[in-house]
């Protein structure tokens, strides 16, 4: 059996392949935490479209309502059918606005604590990196 004297051997540089080990992890949370800011930006923008639209069809309606009740006709069975029509169409935009605040609420709350679940992972990760790092530089 032979044995070899290692001590002449070039020493490898540990730190650096541990940092290439987290390295792709590291940057895959940075990379999700980066898409879910993304996400959290583009569904507040589309409740915004969608509460700014159902507002504009409340205001044709509300406009609507004001020239039937211009006529003066208000005593006339189709006139006052087409004025409960056209509130509860109000009622039900009135509805659809709301019931989009609750879902973007929860789409966003849900997206921000995946982040912070992300964040906390990411954060763990790079500090057990930097303790590999200076028991490794000792």
């Known amino acids: 059996m032979e044995f070899k004297d290692i001590s002449l051997e070039k020493p490898r540089n540990t730190s650096d392949s541990l940092e290439n080990i987290g390295k792709e992890k590291l940057d895959s949370l940075k990379k999700a935490i980066e898409e879910i800011n993304e996400l959290i930006i583009s569904r507040e923008k589309l409740s915004k479209k969608i509460f700014d639209e159902a507002e504009k069809e409340k205001r044709t309606i509300d406009n609507v309502l004001l020239e039937?009740?211009?006529?003066?006709?208000?005593?006339?069975?189709?006139?006052?059918?087409?004025?409960?029509?056209?509130?509860?169409?109000?009622?039900?935009?009135?509805?659809?606005?709301?019931?989009?605040?609750?879902?973007?609420?929860?789409?966003?709350?849900?997206?921000?604590?995946?982040?912070?679940?992300?964040?906390?992972?990411?954060?763990?990760?790079?500090?057990?990196?930097?303790?590999?790092?200076?028991?490794?530089?000792?």
């Open 68 to 138: 039937v009740e211009a006529k003066n006709v208000a005593s006339e069975i189709d006139d006052v059918r087409e004025k409960i029509a056209f509130r509860q169409k109000r009622v039900e935009l009135s509805e659809l606005q709301l019931n989009e605040k609750i879902s973007c609420w929860k789409d966003v709350a849900l997206l921000k604590k995946e982040k912070r679940e992300n964040q906390r992972e990411l954060n763990e990760k790079q500090g057990r990196l930097n303790v590999f790092g200076k028991i490794l530089e000792e």
